[in-house]
Every structure is written in structure tokens, then in C-alpha cells.
């Protein structure tokens, strides 16, 4: 049975143990995101209305954590917009849709709430499907004006991002300190950090930029 619920506070330590797990190894040897996730909710921009769960049978299998970020357009009006992350399934239920269900259930409870768009960065290929487009085609765009192919733009609101171009500004809390990150791992139960070619892929794709 698949139940999507809101995080309530006694989810923390589960949720962050699945992040570290789904992550761990992905982009580099060790992972980030799970710190990221135990600092993100006292932060003033994380949305506690649109942190969700998804259990099977009762357990734990999936993770999606929204926060605020911004867009300023060229007369300099702000634009507050959505961006989410960490999004984890459990690495032994992956590729069944799950994380497909978190991410449309989140885009119906974010619609209701009034947001109109939703700014990530990731792998194309995962997104692409669940409506997401290149940054470029909404004219948004880095402070310096690079377009990096990670970045991943949806309309919830069809036209909100007319009127570009956009620059788009993150939340404060997304720029991790990797030392901290790493002492905080070094407390947890010993995970083997190891070098792998997916790390390779994620490195090119996190640099590279559109012309």
C-alpha cells in the first residue's frame, strides 16, 4: 500500500538516514545531501507544507524537501518560485515510479498553495518526463548569464515566466559547507566513500552550459 503524507518531525532521522543511502557515492565519494537535510528545516526558506513522504506499508521508501528561491527580471521585480531537493527514493525500490508519484503529488499541492513555477537542477533525462524544460526556453538564467544544461524550469501556471529574461537566485541554505558536511557524516554509522564513473557523468553535467 502507497501512502504520500506530509513529514511530520518524528520522520526526521528516517528521512535522513534514506537520503544518505540514496546518495551516498551518487555524485562523489560520500554525499552532502543528507547534512543538507539536517539543516535545511530551520531554515527561513524551507516549506514545511510541501515536505512529503511516501511510505510503503508503513515504511519510509521516498523523500521530496521544497524550499524558496527567486527570479528577478530586468527591471528588477522578484519572482518567489520553488525549487526542491533533496528528492531521494530508497536505492532498493528505484525505477518503480515513486519518485515520479512524489513529484506530481507535490505539484498539485504546490498549485493549490498559489506557486507558479518550480526551478531545479538536475539530470534532463530524469526530469524531461514529468514536464520539466531547459532553462533557456523560459529565459532563465544564471547571475553571470550562463544557462547551465542541469537547470530544469516547469510552469505550474502556464505563462507565469513571460516577461523574461529571469535570474535566477537560490536559497542561502542550498550553498553547503562540505567540511561540516563531511564531519557530520564522519559521526554517523561508517558508509564506504568510494570513486565511481557516475561521479565522472555528474561532474560534466554540472558544468556544462548551454550556447
Not at 18 to 42: K, Q, S, W
Not at 152 to 159: A, F, I, S
Amino acid at each position: 500500500m502507497v501512502t504520500i503524507r506530509n513529514e511530520t518531525e518524528a520522520d526526521y532521522p528516517r528521512v535522513e538516514d534514506l537520503t544518505r543511502r540514496a546518495f551516498y557515492n551518487l555524485y562523489v565519494p560520500g554525499c552532502h545531501e543528507h547534512y543538507l537535510v539536517h539543516i535545511m528545516r530551520d531554515h527561513r526558506d524551507f516549506l514545511p507544507e510541501l515536505s512529503f513522504v511516501l511510505e510503503l506499508d508503513g515504511e519510509i521508501a521516498g523523500s521530496i524537501l521544497y524550499t524558496r528561491a527567486s527570479l528577478e527580471g530586468k527591471n528588477g521585480q522578484r519572482k518567489d518560485i520553488l525549487t526542491f531537493g533533496p528528492l531521494c527514493v530508497a536505492p532498493e525500490r528505484q525505477r518503480q515510479g515513486y519518485g515520479k508519484a512524489l513529484i506530481e503529488h507535490s505539484f498539485a499541492k504546490a498549485r493549490a498553495l498559489g506557486w507558479e513555477a518550480v526551478v531545479i537542477f538536475g539530470a534532463p533525462a530524469n526530469y524531461v518526463g514529468r514536464g520539466f524544460q531547459c532553462c533557456k526556453r523560459y529565459q532563465v538564467q544564471m547571475e553571470d548569464g550562463s544557462c547551465p544544461t542541469a537547470m530544469l524550469v516547469k510552469e505550474l501556471r502556464p505563462g507565469a515566466l513571460d516577461g523574461g529574461p529571469w535570474v535566477y537566485r537560490d536559497s542561502p541554505v542550498m550553498q553547503i559547507d562540505e567540511e561540516a558536511a563531511r564531519r557530520y557524516d564522519d559521526r554517523l554509522p561508517p558508509m564506504e566513500r568510494r570513486v565511481l564513473p557516475c561521479q565522472e557523468e555528474f561532474y560534466i553535467l554540472s558544468h556544462s552550459v548551454l550556447r
